[in-house]
């Protein structure tokens, strides 16, 4: 899946939220650790906020789940993944609203040296 950034300002809506959310689209791998036996699955993101996010997955989650999620975070000079803990908080079709937990990011050191941008210690 290609990576790409839509806007670089924050969508305004009618809804009054904690923080502006920001529609970038990326791919995404996540994992329902509250299930037994675990469930995992892809989707893409389709907005952020400092608080939240929403994904549209392969299959519908539940309210209430515990999940991890990486996202390939479309950024240029290295191959980044954005690692968060969250809960579902609301779900609608296949689109779930995840409230952020903990999040980081992390460098995946195989891509970037792939794609030849290895960073200079």
């Not at 959310?21 to 299930?35: E, M, N, Q, T, V």
């Not at 290295?78 to 937990?101: C, D, F, K, P, W």
Request: overall charge positive; proline content about 7%.
């Amino acid at each position: 899946m290609g990576r790409q950034v839509l806007a670089a300002g924050p969508v305004l809506t009618a809804e009054r939220r904690a923080g502006s959310r920001y529609p970038i689209h990326a791919a995404l791998r996540y994992r329902l650790i509250s299930a037994r036996p675990a469930v995992a699955g892809a989707g893409s993101l389709v907005n952020i906020s400092r608080c939240g996010l929403l994904i549209e997955a392969e299959e519908p989650i539940a309210p209430g789940a515990r999940i991890e999620i990486e996202i390939d975070w479309p950024a240029r000079a290295l191959q980044m993944i954005l690692h968060l803990v969250g809960e579902t908080v609301r779900s609608e079709g296949n689109r779930t609203a995840v409230r952020i937990l903990r999040s980081a990011f992390r460098v995946d050191r195989e891509k970037t040296r792939a794609a030849g941008s290895e960073p200079r210690p």
